[in-house]
């Protein structure tokens, strides 16, 4: 039949009900579900529908009774949510990798570029990965963009002859203090970094001469 607005979903969702047996002492009962509002049930003690948020609240399987329901009474719960339309968030810590269409690339934005000889500074607000092709040696100094937490890689390709890479900035700290010894012949290395806190990127060890 005609409508008018949104196109209908092809029948009906089931109400599920969760049925509880009052004690006269216990406020907090488990949904069978998930619940992101507190209208998104309908709770009825007696039979009778109670006020949400006054009567109860919910937080994700929880159903919370601002006081306890007497023994006897006819105790239950509708989840209404889906069965009209409505959006659902869904409560924290419930959304897994299998939900989530990740076939696109989600990787972050990688620096390509060529240096000659002088000082770098990498710019990690716009750029999680850097390929770095060497023309001549070059030093890191201290960029001012690093964020905690943030990690990824640092390729370096020697081109004409081996590269050097020296550390003149505070911030970037290599095991033992040794600093990045790379290939001594013309191939392609790899650091990996972590940053550990502002003014700290902590650089592991280079893994030399990918071919």
Known sequence: MPFIGKQPTA??????????????????????????????????????????????????????????????????????AGTHESSVVPADGTITPAK??????????????????????????????????????????????EVRGQSGVIVIIHSGSARTVSLSGTDYESPAGAGVTLSSTVTTDLIPYMVADTGRILLGTPQLAFA
Do not use: C, W
């Open 11 to 80: 029948g009906f969702a089931s109400i599920v009900k969760d049925d509880f047996t009052p004690n006269g002492s216990t406020t907090t009962f488990t949904l069978s579900k998930q619940v992101a509002n507190v209208n998104d049930i309908a709770v009825f003690v007696g039979n009778v529908r109670q006020e949400p948020t006054d009567a109860y609240t919910v937080s994700g399987t929880s159903l919370v009774m601002s006081q306890a329901v007497p023994s006897g009474l006819n105790f239950y719960a509708l989840h209404i």
């Open 100 to 145: 989530l269409n990740i076939s696109q690339n989600i990787a972050g934005h990688t620096l390509v570029q060529s240096f000659g000889a002088g000082n770098v500074t990498l710019d990690f607000t716009t750029y999680q990965n850097f390929i770095l092709t060497l023309t001549g040696n070059i030093s890191l100094v201290n960029p001012t963009t």
